[in-house]
C-alpha cells in the first residue's frame, strides 16, 4: 500500500506526475490550519509552499508525517527545529530559482544604474531628459553580497562578466568563496560596499538585520537590492537612509508588509511609510517574484520531487 502525500499547495503539473507512481496524492489547496490538523495523521508526508504555518501543534498531531517539503527555499513557514527533533525530514528545493533570483537581482541593479523606470515614463509622457537621466556603471565598482548560499552564490557568478570586485559575507560559513569572490567580515562589508545585495533567509537573527545602525556603519553611500526576505529591512530605516543619502537607490522584490503566504500585502495605499516610500524615483519594486519564472516553476519541483524520492529509498 502506498504512503499518503498531502499537496497543501498549487504544485507544478511536473511534481504531481513523478511522485504519484510512488505515493497515493492527495491535494487540498483550500484547507485551513483547522481543519489541517484534523487530518494530518493520515500522511507520510506533505508538498507545501508558505499558505499555511506548519506549528508545533501540527507538527504533533502528524503522527505518521516523515517529511514536510516546501516547494521554495525559505523555511520560516515550518518550524523545522521542532520537527527535526520528532524524526521528520525538511526538503525544500533553492536550487529550482537561484538562477531566477540572480537574474533578477541584476536586473534591478542595472534598472537602478541606468534609471530605467524614471526614463520610461519620462519619455512616455513625452519628455525627453537625457542629462538628469545620466547613470552610472557597475564596472569597477564593489558589490557586498550578504549570505552566500544558492542564491547569493548564482548573483555572484552573473557579475563576472561586469569587471567590478564582488566581496561576500555569510554568518554560518567559513571558506566558501570561490577564486572571483572575496570573503570578508560583516565589517568589510560596511568598509568597502558600493553596492549591496541581501540573500538570507528570515530567521530571529535577521528580522530587521538591516535598520538605522545598519545604515549607519556604511562608509560610502550604497545601493541596496533586496530579494530575500522583506521583514529583513526596516522600512523606515530604509526612508531615512534614503533621505540622508546613505543609500543612493533600492530595489525590492520583497516587503515587510507581506502575508506569511506572499500572496497578499497589507493594503499598501494606507502605509504612510510605503506611500513615501512609492514616491522615490531611486526605488523601484516588483511583488515577490524575483524566483517567479516559467523555468523557476518546473525547477522547484523536479529539484524538489529528486529529494523525496531519494529519502523515500534512503
Known amino acids: 500500500m502506498k504512503q499518503k502525500v498531502l499537496i497543501l499547495d498549487t504544485v507544478h503539473p511536473?511534481?504531481?506526475?513523478?511522485?504519484?507512481?510512488?505515493?497515493?496524492?492527495?491535494?487540498?489547496?483550500?484547507?485551513?490550519?483547522?481543519?489541517?490538523?484534523?487530518?494530518?495523521?493520515?500522511?507520510?508526508?506533505?508538498?507545501?509552499?508558505?499558505?499555511?504555518?506548519?506549528?508545533?501543534?501540527?507538527?504533533?498531531?502528524?503522527?505518521?508525517?516523515?517529511?514536510?517539503?516546501?516547494?521554495?527555499?525559505?523555511m520560516e513557514s515550518i518550524d523545522v527545529e521542532y520537527a527535526e527533533s520528532k524524526g521528520v525530514r525538511c526538503l525544500?528545493?533553492?536550487?529550482?530559482?537561484?538562477d531566477a533570483v540572480a537574474e533578477h537581482a541584476l536586473g534591478m541593479l542595472l534598472n537602478l544604474s541606468n534609471n530605467l523606470n524614471r526614463a520610461d515614463r519620462q519619455v512616455r509622457q513625452g519628455m525627453w531628459e537625457r542629462e538628469v537621466n545620466r547613470g552610472w556603471e557597475v564596472k569597477e565598482k564593489t558589490?557586498?553580497?550578504?549570505?552566500?548560499?544558492?542564491?547569493?552564490?548564482?548573483?555572484?557568478?552573473?557579475?563576472?562578466g561586469f569587471d567590478c570586485k564582488v566581496?561576500?559575507?555569510?554568518?554560518?560559513?567559513?571558506?566558501?568563496?570561490?577564486a572571483y569572490v572575496e570573503e570578508v567580515s560583516k565589517e568589510e562589508i560596511f568598509a568597502q560596499a558600493d553596492i549591496v545585495s541581501l540573500h538570507i533567509p528570515l530567521d530571529d537573527g535577521n528580522y530587521y538585520l538591516v535598520d538605522e545602525n545598519w545604515f549607519a556603519s556604511f562608509e560610502k553611500p550604497i545601493v541596496l537590492i533586496n530579494t530575500a526576505r522583506g521583514p529583513v529591512v526596516k522600512t523606515a530605516a530604509l526612508l531615512d537612509a534614503l533621505d540622508s543619502g546613505k543609500v543612493i537607490a533600492a530595489?525590492?522584490?520583497?516587503?515587510?508588509?507581506?502575508?506569511?503566504?506572499?500572496?497578499?500585502?497589507?493594503?499598501?495605499?494606507?502605509?504612510?511609510?510605503?506611500?513615501?516610500?512609492?514616491a522615490m524615483d531611486n526605488v523601484i519594486f516588483t511583488p515577490h517574484v524575483g524566483g517567479?519564472?516559467?523555468?523557476?516553476?518546473?525547477?522547484?519541483?523536479?529539484?524538489?520531487?529528486?529529494?523525496?524520492?531519494d529519502l523515500k529509498q534512503a
Open 92 to 98: 525544500n528545493s533553492p536550487e529550482g530559482n537561484r
Open 167 to 178: 566581496i561576500a559575507f555569510d554568518k554560518n560559513k567559513t571558506d566558501y568563496a570561490p
Open 251 to 278: 530595489g525590492l522584490d520583497v516587503l515587510e508588509y507581506e502575508e506569511s503566504s506572499f500572496e497578499r500585502t497589507r493594503e499598501l495605499t494606507e502605509i504612510p511609510d510605503f506611500k513615501r516610500l512609492s
Open 143 to 160: 558589490v557586498g553580497i550578504i549570505g552566500f548560499g544558492n542564491m547569493g552564490s548564482a548573483f555572484a557568478q552573473r557579475l563576472q
Open 14 to 74: 511536473r511534481l504531481i506526475e513523478r511522485l504519484e507512481p510512488h505515493f497515493e496524492l492527495v491535494q487540498n489547496t483550500t484547507c485551513t490550519a483547522d481543519e489541517l490538523k484534523t487530518m494530518i495523521s493520515e500522511f507520510s508526508g506533505m508538498v507545501l509552499r508558505s499558505r499555511i504555518t506548519i506549528t508545533r501543534e501540527l507538527i504533533d498531531a502528524g503522527v505518521n508525517l516523515r517529511f514536510l517539503a516546501r516547494v521554495g527555499a525559505g
Open 292 to 309: 517567479w519564472t516559467n523555468e523557476s516553476k518546473l525547477k522547484l519541483a523536479d529539484f524538489l520531487v529528486d529529494k523525496i524520492l
